[in-house]
């Protein structure tokens, strides 16, 4: 019985000081604080995530573009070498790229 008391002494005291926090300008400065963080925070992971979408986007030309130019090599040799190029099956099927892919380029 004597720690609720002791809760309840100077309540109206404490619930006015609350309130008055609670309305004054500097406790909205506070909270005005946190949500520019939040936003500062949200601006910069968009920023980041842009910026490695597009260095993504890149390295994947890229790559496109080098396996192209290589499966248009092999494409060329066997071509000019004819069924005793064989050995070249094995490079034309590049991680990332289908048999199909090999076949329709080689055919071209």
Known sequence: MHKPRQANLGRSEKMELLYNYI???Q???RVKSVVEGFEAMKRDLDGEKAAMTRIW????MQLTRMTTGMLGV???LQGIGQE???QLESI???P???QEEFES???K
């Open 23 to 25: 309305c004054s300008p």
């Open 27 to 29: 406790f909205a400065q």
């Open 57 to 60: 986007k890149k390295r994947e």
């Open 74 to 76: 092999v494409g060329d």
């Open 84 to 86: 005793g190029m064989t």
């Open 92 to 94: 034309a099927v590049l």
């Open 96 to 98: 990332g790229i289908g």
């Open 105 to 107: 380029d080689a055919e």
